[in-house]
């Protein structure tokens, strides 16, 4: 009997720690501070989704071809390296750079979150749970995730919170600035120091896995991955899924818009939200593992979808508190239980766990294309009808993915009940 990892919960924790602290700065700061990020660097709705796009047309290619270099190399080495120049960009973002140095900075990310990171931390995972505990060990990445998110995001909120000496809304510019400087440079600091816990102590990953793929040319592994029909019906799942979740962004900016909420209240609104994730990963991912992760991600899609159309519909006002509390945590609900399960789904497709590295990168470079045009096509509509109108056109527009991604979850099920 092989001896079990020493500490395989301590190993999970840190996976968590490590796979939200890598895309606070890119992502994180932006779904708290909305319409502050906005102010502080001086562009439109279409303009910060322009970073967005720059950040997704490189994490494209890094999807493609940072899998296979995770299954070459170890897993803490990839992550140390990722966190540490996500972090040096963090501090060169509270320099306040002009729009251009932005973009490059945003593609910056795109590399030493997804190149780096990204298919490492999911490998990491996947070992971690071994055969019989993918939901499990994907319910506590995603929801841990939410969790440390959370943590980040209120400590942000209250550090903003000290550098603002009087009401929030009589405030300069200026001060808010400078403010949000110290949230940049606390959130930088904080991605330097998981770093470092990642580097020394995230060697003690068991990394026993033997196997062939190891060592074949990347493109015979992605060959083969791609024999797998679930892995299409993967990619359509995590487009779409991923899409909802990128609306996400935008519950704070609907707090401050539509439901009159000031900067701060609002910033609390997205932070609030992210402690759901813990809760719902955990007890999904439990779920997923006593029936089956691809009906978990059905009913996900299904709640976004009823969730989205409320939203588009324009009945959710200030005067509904109640229904839009009600209706963001069904719609949490939905996205993160897609979120967590789509890489649980691997096992349940009989995807070999030694080309995991590969796989993830091949259903990422379909799936994780929202960070190329969501950015752009809901700053686009935010631009051109300012407020509740704009808010509701892409509430439609993610009841169409929604749409779409319970017809492809509903064939995933179908197609992995026939492989059992």
Known sequence: MKKKSKSPVFIILLLILAGEAVFILPFVIVRIFRTTFLEAFNISQTELG??????GLVAFFSYLFGGPIADKFKPHTLMFVALLLTALGGFYLSTYPDLVNLHILYGFWGFTTIFLFWAAMIKATRIWGGTQKQGLAFGFLDGGRGLVAALFGSVGVYVFSLFISTDIEITSIAERRLAFKQVIIYFSVAVVLVSLLVFFLLRKLPNNISNKNFNQPTLKNIKQVLKFKAIWLLMIIILCAYFSYKMTDLFSQYAEDVMKYNKIEAAKVGTYLLYLRPLIGVIIGLLADR????????????????????FASGIINENLTLLFVLSIGTMALGVYSARVLYFAAFEESKIPIAITGTAVGVVSIIGYTPDIFAGPLMGYFLDKNPGALGLRHVFAIMSGFSLVGTLASVLFYKHCKKSI
Do not use: D, K, Q
């Open 50 to 55: 322009s970073c967005f796009s720059v950040y």
């Open 291 to 310: 029936t089956r992760a691809s009906l978990w991600i059905v009913i996900g899609f299904i709640l976004m979808l009823l969730t989205s159309a409320l």
